[in-house]
């Protein structure tokens, strides 16, 4: 069936509050009162804390790094690894080539890359760093062995601030009126959601 759907932009959650007796979750915002019987929340959501039955439950927020650095290469050889896990790396969670996403992708192709990686959180950048990844590639096959490195650059990003625990924590003090969706590793997400996402997307699909 149809479902008609509404959406609020620019609206900021200022007080959540449920009750475990009527099952409703209440949200106060600055366009007013939305009350609803579900409340879908994730890792990135931010929240500080909420009412349950009168009771301030406190979120416990975690403030955890995810650096990234991005590598402009010239490299002339040709690869079919676009995306690479890391699995067991101390520096490298995981690799993007991601010159075909670029405005300069015609001119580059053939010539040049551009890589993005996202580092283990412990991470700091050195002078060396930007060695250190460039040869990672050459090991991994990535790249061509007579590739040159041309620039280089650091990000610092943050991770979303809730934790597995967190949601789990949630989810259960508010009876299941609070629903959590698991994404931050977007690999376990995969696992643990494939059935009910399988169902979605055969639903999708008809319409």
Known sequence: KKV???FL???K????????KSNLVSLQTNNGTIN???LLISHGTKLKKILINSSIYKINQIIQRRPAVHLFIQDTSETNIHEALFMFDTVIKYVHDVSRFTDERKLIKGKKKVFVFALKHEVRETPNLKN?????LKSAGIIGSNSTLLSYKWTNYYLPSLSNNELNKINKKSNGIVKIVKSENFCKAIAEYS???????KYLNKL
């Open 36 to 38: 609803a019987k579900k």
């Open 9 to 11: 932009f620019k609206c």
């Open 195 to 201: 059935n009910k996402w399988e169902k979605s997307i």
């Open 13 to 20: 959650i200022k007080n959540i509050k449920i009750s475990l």
């Open 4 to 6: 008609k759907l509404d």
């Open 132 to 136: 250190v990844l460039f040869d990672k």
